[in-house]
């Protein structure tokens, strides 16, 4: 199948995909955002209006983190606590993630959790297997309504909030 006719079929995924700009412009008026990150954000914005166009692919990341002063290491008969919260998304050597989770300081897996507030997407978007039908099972909407909460939990043990706005980086998220 022809790249321009699977984006013709995934019409609905391209024009639900563009609902993270909505996102992206969120976290770049966040407070304390610098001049280099709105740029950032701007050259996003335009990297997801043309996720349609794979020679306009290009890595980045969008990001807030929430780090808590929490024990790394508890007993086994301890109640795990969240160390870190964050609502992020990568677009990395063709794969889109965009993910609202917790990480734990559990002994035992899982040491993640989604819940009640959690959102997680993963698709291929390589132009090399074009007959692949994009499938997203929650609207992006939910992810961006979960992201513009993130205040709620900010708390005495928050330690940290880190916000990335990443246009150019590697394969392990870190700018080139």
Request: charged share 30%.
């Amino acid at each position: 199948m022809p790249l321009q006719d699977r984006w013709k079929q995934d019409k609905e995924a391209c024009i639900e995909l563009q609902k993270l700009k909505k996102f992206v412009d969120f976290v770049a008026a966040i407070p304390g955002v610098t001049k280099e990150q709105k740029e950032n954000a701007e050259v996003v914005n335009w990297l997801i209006e043309n996720i349609d166009k794979p020679e306009t692919y290009r890595n980045w990341c969008v990001q807030i983190m929430i780090w808590y002063d929490v024990d790394h290491e508890i007993g086994p008969l301890q109640k795990p606590e969240v160390l870190e919260r964050y609502w992020s998304v990568l677009f990395s050597d063709n794969d889109l993630s965009v993910e609202a989770t917790a990480h734990t300081n559990s002994p035992t897996p899982p040491y993640y959790k989604y819940g009640r507030d959690g959102y997680s997407l993963n698709l291929n978007l390589n132009p090399k297997k074009a007959s692949a039908k994009l499938t997203i099972r929650k609207p992006i909407d939910d992810f961006v309504a979960k992201a513009m909460n993130y205040k709620k939990y900010i708390t005495d043990k928050t330690t940290k909030i880190d916000i990335e706005l990443e246009r150019n980086i590697d394969d392990y998220g870190f700018p080139i």
